[in-house]
């Protein structure tokens, strides 16, 4: 038998995460981002071995790409962006979080939450690099190319630039002007969160 809850995060609640993953950002300050993207994949690891809530295992998925923004060579972001995407990961890099991971079921409550919270921040980024992955796996079939040997081929680096300044340019007009295996290849729309707006959020 299979049951169903809604729980819906208010205003003051998801204030309550944002504070946390702040303190998060302000902690991994200093650190690689080998070791940031090496603590999400732990994560991964770590849930990999458990049966988990639909909720929990579909946001996993966008942290994996996250972690794949990082270390896919031919995605190659620009520092700033890479930081973004750093900072938006600060979370799982903690030692400590609000629900310990080792509490059955719930463990992993609450990192699906600062991922679809992270997620939100980074809905343009994810967007573009979903598009990205699934140009590269399809131009890599008709050259008869192994998408994971492709590196950074010169066709695929034009449209990497012109997904990218796609990207700043959704983000500058949002922001009013300022600035699985996690290999990245295969892009997925589950890796594409539609953005978050003030109000209640529902977790299903």
Known sequence: MTMSFTIELSDADIAHFNE?????????????????????????VNA?????????????????AMIAMLVDEAWALPDEDRARVKAAMA?????????????????????????ELS????????????????????????????????????????????????MHRRRNREQGGSYGSSSGYGGSSSYVSNAWRPGPMRVR
């Open 20 to 44: 946390a993953i702040a303190k998060a950002k302000a902690a991994a300050v200093g650190k690689t981002d080998a070791e940031v993207t090496g603590a999400a994949r732990q994560l991964l």
């Open 48 to 64: 990999a071995n458990l049966t988990l809530p639909d909720f929990i295992s579909s946001r996993l998925n966008k942290l994996d």
């Open 91 to 115: 979370y799982f890099s903690e030692s400590e979080d609000l629900i310990p991971d080792t509490i059955p079921v719930l463990g992993f409550f609450d990192d699906a939450i600062a991922i």
């Open 119 to 166: 997620a939100a921040d980074l809905v343009h980024e994810l967007a573009a690099y979903d598009e990205f992955c699934n140009f590269r796996e399809e131009q890599a079939a008709d050259r008869g190319l192994d998408p994971a040997n492709v590196g950074r081929a010169d066709w695929l680096s034009v449209r990497r630039d012109e997904l990218v300044n796609r």
